[in-house]
């Protein structure tokens, strides 16, 4: 007779994309903690990797360029994921999940959101579960505001605390050199400051810009350039005070357009294109402001299945 687990994969392996906030709209703080967003997401091509075998017990490994920095406990979302997928499953979480991370941490890029998303469509395919869209996409917003648009890829405008999505009209592909940092900054900490600094009577419902939604659909880098935006910049800057330099440092550089990125402190620039990325890498490579530039690219898929 042939035992459950032989019907198992020895493993899988999922692809997970980092994002940018090409629009962060903030609304007030709700009474739920959470600020009402208006935002278009888009996933670049900044990718981690999740392995899923089995094991004795749940277990989180990081590899790669920021795998040192993995949570390697419950304080993961993988690891969060990795239950919620086997409850539904009735089994047991007893597996390794490797992150082979190069998506920076606390980054602003949602990387640990990637882990989460990236984790639960690798336990799905483990178990063979085939858990439909709808129900993944529930799991998902349960475990993090970025993780529904990690898990769909692509573009699209993000309402409610960031969990509810809907598709973009998008043409073509815009490239992008993102600036990274080390030191992270923390998300609820950059969301209490913006309300610090905005005072108790601000009540604006937030909106995304018509422009920057037409410069999408167009394809078109210079016009996108122009309308990029992001409510919680000025709390990351008065928190990172380089953030203003390196921004301003890059737009000398030719930039189309820059804006941090999500909570921060990853400062985006949008360039016209690949040349333009490599001049800008090495620019800011070598201003002694940044600890890396990367060049990527969006938007690409969401969470795949790649093995
Ligand atoms: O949903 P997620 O766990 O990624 O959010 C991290 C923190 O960011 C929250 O605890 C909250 O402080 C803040 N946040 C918020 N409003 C949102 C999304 C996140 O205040 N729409």
């Not at 990387?111 to 998902?140: H, K, N, Q, V, W």
């Not at 800057?237 to 030719?254: F, H, N, P």
């Amino acid at each position: 007779m042939t035992s459950a687990s032989a019907l198992l994969p020895a493993q899988v392996v999922v692809r997970v994309p980092g994002k940018v906030n090409l629009y962060l709209g903030v609304g007030p703080r709700e009474f739920t903690g959470y600020h009402e967003l208006a935002t278009v997401f888009q996933a670049v091509s900044i990718f981690d990797e999740i392995t899923v075998t089995a094991a004795d017990t749940l277990q989180i490994t990081g590899g790669g360029k920021y795998g040192h920095l993995v949570p390697k406990d419950e304080t993961n979302l993988a690891w969060k994921a990795a239950q919620l997928v086997a409850k539904a499953c009735g089994e047991e979480p007893n597996l390794a999940i490797h992150i082979d991370k190069s998506i920076p941490v606390a980054a602003g890029m949602a990387g640990g959101s990637a882990d989460a998303a990236g984790t639960l469509l690798a336990c799905d395919a483990y178990f063979g579960a085939g858990i439909p869209r709808d129900e993944l996409d529930a799991m998902a917003a349960m475990l993090g505001s970025d993780v529904p648009f990690i898990l769909h890829g692509g573009c699209a405008l993000g309402s409610g605390r960031g969990d509810v999505l809907s598709p973009v009209i998008t043409r073509g592909n815009f490239h992008w050199v993102f600036a990274t940092f080390t030191e992270g900054l923390s998300t609820a900490m950059i969301y209490e400051r913006t309300d610090e600094m905005r005072g108790m009577e601000f009540n604006q419902a937030p909106d995304v810009p018509n422009e920057l939604l037409a410069a999408l659909a167009q394809g078109n880098p210079a016009e996108l350039g122009r309308h990029l935006h992001n409510d919680l910049q000025e709390a990351a800057i008065a928190s990172r005070s380089v953030l203003k330099d390196v921004l301003e440092y890059g737009r000398d550089l030719g930039a189309l357009g820059e804006l941090v990125s999500g909570s921060g402190p990853t400062c985006a620039f949008l360039v016209r294109d690949e040349a333009s990325a490599i001049d800008l890498v090495v620019g800011l490579k070598s201003s002694g402001m940044v600890d890396d530039a990367i060049h990527a690219h969006g938007p690409v898929h969401g969470a795949r299945v790649i093995r």
